[in-house]
């Protein structure tokens, strides 16, 4: 079949420089490989559309990569391979752009979506033409390999819209028997139900209130093909010049990937050789890591995995035949990412054996306490005491089954012995009375360890530490012989008034004369709320001179009321 | 005939006790972007640091080929009929891997054995250092083997990171430990023997001076001990002087840390490997 090929973008548009309006191929009974070319064509340029808004629905905690740009990459290289292959038949169009997936294959949701169209090339490997039926068989074929692909399959990704995708199908073309447009069409529908169900089957994406990013991209590429078969060209129409590679580029700093954090690579490679193996090489990957992906035929491999050891998986790969296209990335690289992440979501990460509840309030200092391990954040403080379904409501939430609860305050310590009691869960509450001692203990948590050592370990290390909290007096008063006029700035050392100065830095001044002893070798500088990074740059500077021995931190703490914390350790 | 030991740069060991001990060193191999620099031979340890933190990208370290063993065993095998091979450890490197394969590449009558050390830097050195006086007092391979593994199990290594920041870079902090600290500043003690986990998290340079050197002695009846340091040679006279004053008779290794621990560590990483005396029967 002759004729003029869809442009892809562009760029290309020298190669595929027309839609050419083709005879009307709805109702026909059976479609060739160049229908097959032009059906994805149009799912690719629909897909290279809404790339961008795939991305945006990649938000932490479940950080996919830009989900989008790699199944549109993906999605290019699948086409390209598919215009090298001048046949029409069905089986050699449908195989070509199986090999070109495989081959260009980015990110999981990459690696997933060549291996749906593997399945559906594997389903066609006999048909020269296809029709509504065979299409039918393809996408359960489809659904099967992918499954297999994925080492541990989860429900509410891309796997599952793909089995929703293919059940529509078969159910459509029952009923309307021979009609292509109308198989289509209900696979559209279903895949656009699946996706919107992807948060109640995934808890990680409920909580970001987004649906599956792969899953979404399924269904704008079924949605392109519809609209090539519906003949909506003009929605087809080629996009501006854009640089995909620069995109990806931009996606590989972004985080990358589900993972469960515990391993350092996203390794991919190809290996070609004969009588590969991918389920032995499967097995062997998930001995070297998780989110592992082996796809590909006897002939050429594409495998995915996170792992501490990228040699070890490369050599492996170059035991079995020779080894292309590596790739590592470095998954821990994006902490800081993560951290910007876990400060606007308020995602808590899951640390060990014990779970740590920490009462603050203060945006900087919830993230540090976060940063060292902390499950949950009560926000509470001096002025705001939390109340006990508060803390026990945070204790629950834990999903350890021992607890320490960091009060920070000696008026919270109460309330959460009293949520303590009240659970069913192993709770310790160490009597933590200021942030400096919460932040001595927690920085003293082992993970490894439960509930009795470190509760010991921590009560020792939040000893340690001395405390002076600055803030405004409320009123005019006589305290222990001190005299306070209102609105002055007082200091708190150890939670004892004993310092009065008309600054905030003078306040500062006085303490840290009476704690800093030669034997001080850190001071931690907290600064609230309405405080200044230069403020506080000023006084550390200040300290620093008078003290040179003396390490002085600066950390933005964010808390209301005290201008100052500092911890003297 | 003699028994022959052959590491790799991983062992940090000084270039006077290899020569004493005549073990042959295979130099790992640390990648500055597709640039190779074979450990000690294209790049000095004081050129690694340097260009550690001045290069915008970061390394990646690696095994040494499967061809540099195979040349390392063949330098050999007319000396000796057996080869005691022992590495990084499989947890950290393909290094094992990769003298596996080169073993298995060459045939031959002289038998190879390779052993995982299961760690790194003088963890691993001292099994080698080892297996090499065993060796050279005409042991046979068997006992040369078990003198290896003997300090395998009982060799404790830790790592004092100045900074997270290489770590990080080197993709060598899991996510969740990256977020150690990682607002405090906090200089972190590691374990590092079959995994890597965190030990302590000090946050000034004393106190984890202080802190490495106290779980280092908390081993009992420790029979050797090593320090290790990439730029902080007073920092390692300082703990070989406490370990002394501690422990009088033990002998204490000083060594340099190279790429191997260093590109992950960075600048400032210091190291303490104790090993246990072997356990009298009850």
Not at chain 1, 271 to 300: P, Y
Not at chain 1, 307 to 320: D, I, K, V
Not at chain 2, 125 to 142: H, K, P
Request: charged share 20%; aromatic share 4%; net charge negative.
């Amino acid at each position: 079949m002759a004729g003029g090929k869809l442009p892809l973008t562009s760029a290309e548009s020298d190669r595929r420089a027309t839609i050419t309006h083709r005879r009307r191929r709805s109702n026909a009974t059976t479609y060739s490989g160049g229908d097959l070319r032009e059906m994805f064509s149009a799912s690719t340029i629909w897909l290279e559309r809404n790339a961008q808004a795939i991305n945006s629905i990649n938000v932490f905690p479940v950080p996919d990569g830009d989900t989008g740009t790699n199944m549109y990459l993906t999605m290019r290289a699948t086409m390209d391979e598919a215009y090298e292959s001048d046949s029409e038949a069905a089986n050699a169009v449908a195989g070509a752009m199986a090999r070109g997936a495989l081959m260009g294959a980015r990110g999981n949701s990459g690696v997933i979506l060549s291996q749906i169209l593997r399945g559906f090339a594997d389903s066609l490997s006999e048909k020269e033409r296809f029709n509504s039926l065979d299409f039918v068989d393809a996408l359960h074929e489809a659904a099967v390999k992918a499954d297999r692909a994925v080492s541990h399959p989860v429900e509410g990704t891309i796997l599952t819209v793909m089995r929703a995708v293919a059940a529509a199908a078969r159910e459509r073309s029952r009923k309307m028997r021979g009609n292509l447009k109308s198989v289509l069409a209900a696979a559209v529908d279903a895949a656009k139900d699946a996706v919107a169900k992807t948060p109640s089957l995934l808890p990680a994406l409920r909580e970001a209130g987004v649906v599956d990013a792969g899953g979404q991209g399924l269904y704008v590429m079924l949605e392109g093909a519809l609209r090539y078969l519906r003949g909506d060209l003009a929605s087809l129409a080629p996009l501006a010049v854009q640089d995909p590679e620069r995109t990806w580029a931009r996606a590989t700093i972004a985080v990358h990937d589900v993972g469960e954090g515990e391993y350092g690579y996203c390794t991919e490679f190809l290996v070609s050789g004969d009588k590969l193996n991918a389920g032995a090489t499967l097995e062997r990957m998930l001995e070297l890591g998780d989110s592992v992906l082996v796809v590909g035929d006897e002939t050429l491999l594409r495998v995915h995995l996170h792992t501490s050891q990228p040699e070890t998986a490369l050599a492996y790969g170059r035991s079995l035949g020779k080894v292309t296209q590596p790739k590592v990335d470095n998954i821990a690289e994006q902490a800081q990412q993560f951290v910007a992440h876990v400060q606007s979501t308020g995602y808590e990460p899951d640390l060990g054996v014990v779970g740590i509840v920490v009462v603050a309030s203060g945006a900087g200092l919830e993230n540090v306490f976060r940063s060292l391990g902390a499950a949950a954040i009560v926000p509470g403080g001096d002025t705001m005491n939390p109340s006990i379904k508060q803390i026990l409501q945070a204790v629950e939430s834990c999903s350890q089954q021992e607890v320490i609860v960091l009060p920070n305050n000696k008026n919270i310590v109460l309330a959460a012995q009293q949520a303590a009691k009240n659970s069913h869960k192993r709770v310790h509450v160490l009597r933590t009375l200021s942030v400096p001692q919460g932040m001595a203990a927690l920085l003293a948590l082992n993970p490894e360890q439960g509930l009795d050592d470190n509760a010991a370990s921590m009560e020792l290390a939040c000893r340690d530490v001395q405390t002076i909290e600055v803030t405004k007096a409320i009123r005019t008063t006589s305290v222990d012989g001190l005299r306070v006029r209102i609105g002055q700035d007082i200091a708190l050392l150890d939670g004892t008034l004993a310092v009065a100065e008309d600054s905030p830095q003078a306040a500062v001044r006085e303490s840290i004369r009476r704690l800093v002893s030669p034997q001080s070798s850190l001071a931690t500088i907290y600064y609230g709320a309405r405080s200044t990074a230069e403020d506080a740059e000023a006084l550390a500077e200040e300290i620093r001179a008078v003290y040179p021995s003396l390490q002085v931190d600066i950390v933005y703490g964010g808390q209301p009321h005290y201008s100052y914390i500092i911890s003297i350790e | 005939m003699i028994v022959r030991i052959v590491t790799d740069s991983g062992a940090d060991l000084p270039a006077e006790v290899v020569e004493d001990l005549s073990i042959t060193v295979v130099p790992l191999v640390t990648l500055f972007g597709d640039q190779p620099f074979r450990d000690g031979i294209d790049l000095t340890t004081d050129q690694f640091f340097e260009k550690l933190v001045t290069s915008p990208v970061h390394p990646s370290t690696s095994q040494p080929s499967v061809g540099a063993f195979q040349k390392a065993y063949e330098g050999l095998v007319d000396k000796t009929d057996a080869i005691v091979s022992i590495h990084v450890g499989a947890k950290f490197s393909g290094t094992v891997a990769a003298a596996v394969m080169a073993r298995d590449s060459i045939g031959g009558p002289c038998r190879i054995e390779v052993v995982d050390s299961e760690g790194a830097s003088l963890g691993l050195g001292f099994a080698v250092a080892a297996a090499a006086r065993a060796a050279n007092a005409g042991a046979s391979v068997d006992d040369v083997v078990a003198a290896a593994q003997s300090v395998v199990r009982r060799q404790h290594t830790m790592a004092l990171l100045d900074t997270l920041e290489y770590a990080r870079r080197g993709g060598r902090l899991s996510r969740v430990e990256a977020l150690l600290g990682n607002l405090l500043h906090v200089k972190p003690i590691l374990s590092v023997k079959t995994e890597i986990h965190a030990l302590s998290r000090p946050r000034t340079r004393p106190a984890a001076l202080q802190r490495l050197f106290d779980l280092a002695m908390a081993y009992p009846n420790i029979e050797r001990v090593g320090v290790m340091h990439a730029t902080s040679p007073d920092d390692a006279q300082m703990l070989v002087e406490w370990v002394k004053e501690r422990l009088p008779s033990v002998p204490v290794q000083i060594a340099r840390l190279g790429p191997a621990l260093g590109a992950h560590g960075g600048p400032g990483i210091m190291g303490m490997t104790v090993v246990e005396g072997e356990k009298t029967e009850a």
